[in-house]
């Protein structure tokens, strides 16, 4: 089956701009996860949708947004970026069942946007 | 908060060798954890994963033990590859937060000289 499909691939952008990223998950996965890649903060999570609605939030400034549509594709934007933007953005999904042990899904993660902020 | 500590890169092996990368983590209750792959240019893969305490995770030769005495998650492989040359990142979730949020270590860049 297709994988998690992130577009587009590479983008730059200059101070003050916004932009949006896309993510396609893995069909019939309900969760779609952001997370911020950077050499010196390593990955950390942006946050998380699960059926068109927010389910958890990592500790971002209201500048980075999101939103889930009812096809469970999400796109996730930043406005006024800055030059710490700048980094690769991993999209990833996940069943998210009703049942089994909570916390155990299994995310798989597409190969991600690369921001660069000029 | 929840964490997770790495051991240092950049690795350097050579083929055949031994690997172990070290990996603690500090959480509440029983996390379930995990280690994710990163080849150049891609996004994560997942490795293995173990979701409590005894659990071994094991694929593709790596394996690594859920310690709750010690909070340890170490990755080991007894011969890697040059094609085992990567990014490795151990990771939990946490037991009470269903779904997408995973707390990363660092990472461990491991390179494998032929």
């Known amino acids: 089956k297709a994988g998690v499909t992130q577009t587009p691939r590479y983008l730059i952008k200059t101070r003050g701009q916004q932009v949006t990223l896309s993510c396609s998950p893995i069909?019939?996965?309900?969760?779609v996860s952001w997370y911020q890649q950077t050499p010196g903060q390593g990955l950390q999570f942006l946050f998380e949708?699960?059926?068109?609605?927010?389910?958890n939030k990592g500790n971002f400034p209201g500048r980075f947004s999101g939103r889930q549509f009812s096809n469970s594709r999400s796109e996730m934007n930043v406005s006024t970026l800055e030059l710490g933007d700048s980094a690769l953005y991993l999209c990833a999904s996940s069943y998210t069942g009703t049942s089994g042990r909570a916390g155990a899904n299994v995310l798989t993660f597409g190969a991600g946007s690369r921001l660069t902020v000029l | 908060g929840d964490s997770v500590t790495q051991m240092e890169g950049p690795v350097t092996l050579s083929e055949e060798a031994f690997l172990t990368i070290n990996c603690t983590y500090t959480?509440?209750?029983?996390?379930?954890l995990f280690w994710y792959v990163q080849y150049p240019g891609e996004g994560l893969q997942l490795l293995l994963k173990?979701?409590?305490?005894?659990d071994k995770g094991s694929n593709k030769g790596f394996e690594a033990t859920y310690r709750k005495e010690t909070t340890s998650f170490h990755l080991e492989k007894g011969s890697v590859q040059v094609s085992d040359s990567a990014v490795y990142f151990c990771a939990l979730s946490d037991p009470y937060n269903q779904g997408g949020k995973l707390i990363f270590g660092q990472g461990t860049e491991l390179s494998v000289k032929p």
């Open positions: 173990a979701t409590k305490a005894d």
């Open positions: 949708y699960f059926s068109e609605t927010q389910r």
């Open positions: 069909s019939g996965h309900r969760s």
């Open positions: 959480a509440t209750g029983y996390p379930s």
